[in-house]
């Protein structure tokens, strides 16, 4: 019989096992936090915590073609983008990106921390746009691939 895994992660846990990330598109991308599902065994769900530290942003804005996403807005204030327009959230927002073509994007401006819980689904194949950087992204399980979204070309009808 195979030893029973705990599905249970403690406050303190979670703490401990924080990173922090940036990214590599963003100069002001700062988001430490944690990806909660991969811990515990999830595989179709992804749920993670993260905080934005003030005058940082959380990652790029973009928009998913196959992937549904989520946040819920924990503590602090922040600034939504959604579609090109703005909002201001603060603790008990939640916000929804059903897939296709939502985009979306968190910054903090604000004094204090900004933290969320954030999360959607964990496809095997995925397409993401990055509008604001003429860029496209196709994941095939680990495998990123990026494209410029000027080189791509309508595919024509078939002949034959």
């Known amino acids: 019989m195979s030893e029973m895994k705990p599905r249970l992660l403690k406050a303190t846990q979670i ?30 769900t992804g749920v993670n915590i993260g905080r934005v530290p003030p005058g940082k942003e959380s990652f790029v804005y973009h928009a998913h073609h196959r992937e549904e996403e989520w946040i819920y807005v924990l503590a602090g204030k922040g600034i939504a983008e959604i579609d ?9 927002d939640f916000m929804a990106f059903p897939a296709p073509f939502v985009a979306h994007h968190m910054r903090n401006p604000f004094t204090e921390d900004l933290a969320y819980l954030f999360g959607g689904e964990n496809l095997e194949y995925e397409i993401a746009d990055f509008p604001k950087l003429g860029k496209r992204m196709l994941r095939r399980g680990q495998a990123i691939d990026v ?7 309508p595919f024509g009808p078939l002949e034959g």
Do not use: C
């Open 84 to 92: 090109d327009q703005e909002f201001e959230v603060e603790p008990g």
């Open 147 to 153: 494209y410029e979204l000027a080189d791509t070309k």
């Open 15 to 44: 703490k401990a096992q924080e990173q922090t990330f940036h990214h590599p598109w963003n100069k002001k991308s700062e988001i430490t936090g944690m990806m909660l599902r991969r811990t515990l065994g999830l595989v179709r």
